[in-house]
């Protein structure tokens, strides 16, 4: 067996149930995520638009398609209709686009609102009390078309083990805080977070969606 079905299939064994594998496959050739489809995987991440339209076409119909990367607004036409879960959601701007264009197709897309709680400034997402206000100003009312699924996030890259677990533990009490404030929200009940560093942790701490590339397919070749 190659590495990839090996560790999706021992992926899917460890797991704890409940708790969703996205095989992240960005960088990764469409034969790589092949294998990981044949050792039974489905939700494969990517977090770059044309390389997803690409894939997107290779893969079988039912292979579920999480976008995980920062969306430019003026290239989401192209993912309009083809993505299952949009898990970087990292500003009211973009939910409003891919409300519009939603709508105007005549579809719903699943979000998760990305939040920021590492300690990096690169990071993109809502900040902590942003998302608080989003949700308790009941902003997400005037959506007509997007289902706000969840929360995603990332811990701080760094090997300190109690910082990790700090960020994760804030996730999964802003995710809890969410569904006790507002209570009106339905189906509100993913949060994605831990990747091969850290996924551990992520679980530890309440996570039902862990995304992993690097232990799947190996180190990307940026
Ligand atoms: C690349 C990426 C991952 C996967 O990271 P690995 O360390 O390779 O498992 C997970 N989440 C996001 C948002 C990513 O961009």
């Known amino acids: 067996m190659s590495h990839i079905s090996d560790s ?12 969703e594998l996205v095989a ?4 990764h050739p469409v034969e790589s995520l092949r294998e990981a489809y044949d050792a039974g995987q489905r939700i494969f991440g990517e977090s770059r638009v044309a390389e997803f339209v690409e894939k997107e076409t290779l893969m079988p119909a039912d292979t579920v ?61 809502f900040l902590p009390r942003d998302i608080i206000d989003f949700f308790t100003q009941k902003r997400y009312e005037r959506l007509k078309a997007t289902h706000i699924c969840g929360l995603m996030g990332m811990a701080t890259n760094t090997d300190d083990p109690e ?19 507002t209570p009106d929200l339905r189906g509100f009940d993913i949060l994605s977070m831990g990747m091969s560093g850290d996924y551990h942790l992520a679980i530890a701490n309440g996570s039902t969606h862990v995304r992993i590339g690097t232990a799947i397919f190996g180190q990307r070749d940026y």
């Open 65 to 125: 398609w999480h976008f995980i990367g920062h969306i430019q607004t003026n290239k989401l036409k192209k993912l309009i209709g083809k993505v299952d879960l949009y898990e970087s959601v990292d500003s009211e701007h973009l939910l409003t686009e891919i409300d519009e264009l939603s709508a105007r197709a005549g579809i719903i897309s699943r979000v998760l609102l990305e939040v920021h709680v590492a300690g990096e400034e690169s990071k993109f997402g």
């Open 163 to 181: 910082r990790i677990n700090a960020d994760f533990a804030q996730l999964k009490r802003l995710f809890e805080q969410i569904k006790t404030t």
């Open 8 to 19: 999706i299939k021992s992926l899917h064994q460890s797991l704890p149930q409940g708790v």
């Open 24 to 27: 992240v496959s960005k960088f």
